[in-house]
Structure formats: C-alpha cells, structure tokens
C-alpha cells in the first residue's frame, strides 16, 4: 500500500503489524472495521487480503505462525493454500464467502498439521475484500515466551522437548528434530510430568496449549 497503516484505537496491534504494498490502499479504519468481528485478544493470525490472494494486511505474527508444513502460508505477499480443503477447494472457497462467516479446514501432510480458516467478506470502494482468521494444530508462542517454562520451572532442555510435543509429534521425532536420543526425550518428558503434576499426555497438551495459545 502506498501509506503505512497508523496505530487502531482497538488495541489490536495494527501498528506494528505486517504492511504490504499492493495496487489497492488500505485504510486503517478499514482493517479495524474487519477486526472487530474478531474476539478481542484472539492472537490467532488475521489477513486481510484481496480476490486474487494479495495480503494486504496481516497481524504482527500470522507471517512467522503461517509456514510450512503448514497447508497455508503468506509467500512473497500472497496468501498460498498447498492443499485442498475438505470437500471444496481453496479457490472456491475465497469466491463464495460473503459477508457471514465461511469456514475451511486445511489439511497439511499426515494428522498433525492443519489449519482452520474462518472468513467474510465485503466490497469497499468497488473492491471485494476478503477478512481470514486462522486456528492452527500448532501453538501461538513457545512455552518460553507463553510463561509455562517459567511457571513450572523447566529446564531448557526440557521445553525445546514440551516444544515439539506441543505440535503433537512423537518421542522418535523429538529426538530426530532436537538431535538427541528417545530415552532423553521420554526421561524429559517425566519430568515434566513431574513438575506440572499431570499424569497423561492429553493433560499436558491441555495445559500447554491454554499457556500458548492466549
């Protein structure tokens, strides 16, 4: 675009967020307009993009969330589906939303990577313009920066393992992703139990998404 958005009384975070440069303006008003169908806090990525995918706007973090594997990302400004929907594609999706809100589940390779796109859409200037807000399989923030690690007082090593767990991947895979043996990844994985005092995996991922996803 061809001025940068200014600061949304929201609080929503349109001033720091990502600005692109496509053919069409885009007024801050307007984004704040499409934003307030969004829950206030939500920190699921939002786009705002044309009828040809161009993101015109994106939150502050939809560009470092939206990567692959995930079956959607923002690459050289666009919007890239890499996989159909179920049951309709990507394409006809975008061409039938309408003002009420559309949903598509995107599905990445294998169970553990999809991405739920919920959507509007509305003319504006003689423009159609399209509001996504995207729910992911993977976490918002590491357990880091989301406060678990400190909270429950976890070693490094054991939240780069909580990490990889949170994106529902198996010890073998935790072992080969952080370098290290399965034993290491199952004794981590003790002790994290231990110290947030849960005795399964589907009570652990609980508690890590409610600390990274809000």
């Known amino acids: 675009m061809n001025q940068e958005l200014k600061s ?13 440069r496509p053919a069409k303006d885009v007024a801050a008003d307007l984004v704040e307009h499409f934003l307030h169908r969004a ?6 990525p939002k786009i705002l993009i044309d009828e040809e995918c161009n993101v015109l706007w994106c939150s502050a973090d939809a560009e ?18 890499s996989s159909a929907g179920r049951g309709r594609s990507w394409t006809s999706f975008i061409d039938e939303l309408g003002e009420d809100n559309g949903r598509l589940l995107l599905t990445g390779p294998g169970v553990t990577t999809w ?13 159609r313009l399209i509001f996504l807000k995207c729910a ?11 406060g678990l690690s400190e909270d429950f007082g976890l070693t490094r090593s054991e939240s ?15 072992a080969e992703e952080l370098e290290i043996s399965v034993s290491t990844v199952r004794s981590h994985l003790k002790q994290i139990h231990a110290k947030m005092a849960v005795n399964s995996g ?4 609980r508690i890590t998404r409610a600390y990274c996803d809000t």
């Open 8 to 20: 949304s009384k929201s609080g929503e975070g349109i001033g720091t967020a990502t600005r692109y």
């Open 39 to 44: 829950a206030k806090g939500d920190p699921s």
């Open 64 to 81: 470092r969330l939206l990567q692959p594997p995930l079956p959607l990302s923002i690459r050289g400004g666009r919007l890239i589906a």
């Open 115 to 127: 991405v739920l796109v919920t959507g509007c859409a509305e003319r504006h200037e003689g423009h």
């Open 136 to 146: 992911m399989s993977w976490p918002f923030r590491d357990v880091t920066s989301s």
């Open 160 to 174: 780069a393992v909580l990490n990889e767990f949170a994106r529902l991947k198996k010890p073998a895979q935790i």
């Open 202 to 205: 589907v009570q652990l991922l």
